[in-house]
């Protein structure tokens, strides 16, 4: 008899195991992280940095089992990601009499400077996009609304943006009824050329609106009768239920230090001049 | 005796903020949201950036509608559509000035010039074309582009790619699909209570 399949929890890009060592994680910590650690990528240059980086976020990948199948549906983007850099900066780069030449495509000199820098950009912004993907394929709707709640971010802002994160499923829901109605009217999408797939999908922004405007309706008026305002409930101070189910523990006491640190760590090395990307070992080639 | 203006008071009417502001809000953050996504993913030039962009039809058309409460869904939603396109959180935070203008211009332009979302003259085609395609994806780009050079992301010899890939990748589907749906839903809106003549309500 087969292993029973671990019990999954939807999270914002895909399905989690419910045990997941990120779990224990207050989503307060969780969401900490995100804008902390983002922090990294955008000010350290230096490419040795930013590999080291990336490959401690597939180590948390593998830590927080986390469905490694994710990264390969953002493939395209990174091949994609990939020529536009190299594009950008080979064609583009520009050109000053001390660069070193590596070819020359008619008009255009292709410079090692150039080239340096395109590496040095595309490293910096896998490593940025990694930290995106995690986040959000370890976080829930909910989490993302207690995360906020604990931070003391007002009820309507909260309530708000997790409202918003549920109408995306919303959305997506309406957009594939949608297109069900269609192919029950003999559209061939698949039969479709790309552009006039994409044309295709501008139209459905006008029945995804008018949805969106009807279940407005239903939202407020599921809020009204429920007594709440924009600063919470009409009545005196309410308890946050949701709130009141997590607990931030002697683990995210440490995580949370730690990225005080590193955070700090990051700041310090910028005031300080150190870490630069000059100092990389690309630019002793 | 002319038309009222649809942004002109009744006698006597008191408007303010409510509970359909924010789910008008929130909603239109997730449409916003999946059709930004798809167009990022459909051309991508590159940190988001796009060849075509059908989001911004619903940033320039839900700022007129809604004023501040579509501002702030089209300044928010590109996060999530950027996030789960693949760029990462400072650039789209570089975007957030470019995305707030875009839908922040036709809002005002619709309001200051009295034009009438409905689209019934062609003084209300004028003002959406040239304040809700032209003029507001022109200062959102060039913001956008400077944001990207400031991060270090572009060069200054590749600025008029990634302008004019922003520009076109916006201008096109706004203009295609901010008309059709200003025509399409605009005599629903203005009579629902979601509507905002003022900016708040």
Known sequence: ?285 | MPEKSVWELEPGEVRKPGTIHIAIMALLIGVGAVAGTFGSLSIPLGYGVTGFWPGVAVQAVGSIWFGMWGVIAGFLFPFISNSLAGAPLYVSFGYLPSNLIQGLLPAWAFKYFKADPRLTSAKDYAIFIVFGVILNNILGAAWAVTALQWFGLVTVESVPLFFSGWTIGNGVPALIFGIILLKALSPLVVKHRSFVKKWWA
Request: aromatic share 12%; glycine share 6%; with cysteine.
């Open chain 1, 1 to 285: 008899m087969g292993e029973m399949p671990a019990r999954m929890r939807r999270s914002l890009l895909g399905y989690m195991p419910v045990d997941s060592p990120i779990y224990r994680l207050h989503p307060a910590t969780r969401l900490l992280f995100l804008l902390v650690v983002s922090a990294y990528p955008m000010l350290i240059r230096m490419p040795e940095l930013n590999v080291l980086g990336s490959i401690f976020m597939l180590i948390l990948y593998k830590v927080a089992r986390v469905d490694l199948t994710i990264i390969k549906n953002y493939k395209m983007a990174f091949v994609n990601l990939f020529f536009v850099i190299a594009i950008a900066y080979t064609f583009f780069g520009g050109y000053r009499p001390e660069y070193r030449v590596l070819a020359e495509l008619g008009p255009v000199k292709i410079c090692w400077e150039n080239l340096r820098w395109a590496i040095v950009v595309y490293i910096q912004l896998i490593f940025a996009i990694l930290i995106m993907i995690f986040f959000l394929s370890t976080t829930r709707e909910r989490d993302v609304v207690v995360g906020l709640r604990a931070l003391k971010v007002p009820f309507v802002l909260s309530y708000m943006a997790g409202l918003a994160l549920r109408s995306i499923g919303l959305s997506i829901i309406d957009f594939n009824t949608i297109r069900e109605a269609e192919k029950a009217r003999a559209l061939d999408l698949d039969a479709l050329p790309f552009s006039e797939k994409v044309k295709k999908f501008g139209m459905y922004i006008v029945p995804l609106v008018a949805l969106a405007i009807r279940r407005s309706d239903e939202v407020s008026n599921a809020l009204d009768s429920r007594g709440f305002s924009f600063s919470g409930l009409k009545t005196a101070g309410r308890t946050d239920y949701i709130l009141s189910k997590y607990r931030l523990t002697v683990l995210d006491y440490l995580v949370l230090v730690l990225m005080a640190l590193f955070f700090a760590g990051i700041v310090a090395s910028q005031l300080m001049g150190w870490f630069r990307v000059e100092d990389s070992l690309l630019y002793r080639l």
